[in-house]
């Protein structure tokens, strides 16, 4: 049987390219340690690698999720914490200045830390974060929390313009954690302060006159509700800190055996490839050989 010049040289170009592509394929996957570079390789186990994946990419969105609204609350409650270590002794002031054997020096040398009180409480309700945002506006993030208004009467000057709306923050599937703060209500005790300090200030005060004992009861009250406010607020966010933190080891776990199974499905068998190689190379290297030699054969170099 006679075969054509032109259909043999096809048939071994055929076979060399078919060749060498293997090799580039082993190759590259030895190169990767990857056994599935495309779809093709293995349609069933890519298309599980790719759902593997989506879900790798979900699961470290909540992960980093997590992890920038734990930075946010751990930073809002040692605000929330240093206010309460504020409050308690600015109480205890206001509880000595109701004694009523105080005389007027007395009561006036209770201003000035009143006075830092006051303004430490303000500076710290109206603080901001490394972005700039307002830590307790509630979701008006721009603007300060605690205006005051030096034209209003006495009494009145402060006021919470914030709002007390989520900014609800997805960390698991149908999971969502508050990632701000309001500090509704500390306006009052802002007020009250001014009027106190207003009434101690006032010559001749006396913790026995029966309108200064209302105005510091009154504030009394006021560092009562304060305290409620902000002590519930730091007890929320140490539990939420905790979900937080089992929530996050848990998303770890799913990582970590999601990672696995990829691993699994796509590593590549070393010595199975190593070998694929071999022979592959060997049959290139013959197809060459033969070719070479066929190609210097002629009809005469058998007559």
Same mark, same amino acid.
């Given at each position: 049987m006679r075969i054509a010049t032109s259909q043999y040289q096809s048939t071994m170009n055929q076979s060399l390219q078919i060749n060498q592509e293997r090799i580039t394929h082993l190759t590259q996957?030895?190169?990767?340690?990857?056994?599935?570079?495309?779809?093709?390789?293995?349609?069933?186990?890519?298309?599980?690698?790719?759902r593997l994946a989506r879900e790798e990419a979900t699961v470290q969105q909540y992960r980093d999720?997590?992890?920038?609204?734990?930075?946010?609350?751990?930073?809002?409650?040692g605000t929330l914490?240093?206010?309460?270590?504020?409050?308690?002794?600015?109480?205890d002031l206001l509880v000595w200045a109701s004694d009523g054997s105080n005389a007027p020096e007395d009561l006036q040398s209770m201003v000035s830390p009143l006075?830092?009180?006051?303004?430490?409480?303000?500076?710290?309700?109206n603080s901001i974060d490394q972005e700039g945002n307002y830590n307790f506006s509630g979701t008006l993030t721009k603007t300060a929390p605690i205006a005051y208004d030096p034209a209003a009467a006495l009494g009145s000057r402060y006021s919470y313009v914030g709002n007390i709306n989520s900014q609800n923050v997805v960390v698991g599937n149908g999971i969502t954690q508050p990632g701000n703060q309001n500090l509704q209500g500390i306006e009052k005790l802002l007020?009250?302060?001014?009027?106190?300090?207003?009434? $101690?200030? =006032?010559?001749? &005060?006396?913790? %026995?006159?029966?309108?200064?004992?209302?105005?510091?009861?009154n504030a009394l009250d006021g560092f009562d509700d304060a305290l409620d406010l902000v002590s519930s607020k730091v007890a929320t966010l140490g539990g939420a800190q905790n979900i937080?933190?089992? $929530?996050? =080891?848990?998303? &770890?776990?799913? %990582?970590?055996?999601?990672?696995?199974?990829?691993?699994d499905i796509s590593a590549l068998d070393v010595g199975e490839a190593a070998t694929s190689l071999n022979g592959y190379s060997t049959a290139l290297q013959a197809t060459y050989k033969a070719y070479s030699r066929i190609g210097t054969l002629s009809l005469f170099s058998v007559l």
């Open positions: 996957q030895l190169a990767s340690n990857k056994r599935i570079l495309v779809p093709s390789d293995d349609p069933v186990d890519s298309v599980r690698l790719a999720n997590i992890a920038s609204i734990k930075i946010r609350m751990n930073k809002t409650e914490q240093n206010m309460t270590d504020e409050l308690i002794p600015g109480r006075e830092s009180l006051r303004d430490s409480l303000l500076y710290s309700a007020n009250h302060l001014e009027l106190a300090i207003a009434g $101690l200030k =006032a010559p001749g &005060a006396s913790a %026995s006159d029966p309108a200064l004992r209302s105005v510091l009861s937080m933190k089992t $929530l996050d =080891a848990n998303h &770890a776990n799913i %990582s970590l055996s999601n990672k696995i199974a990829i691993t």
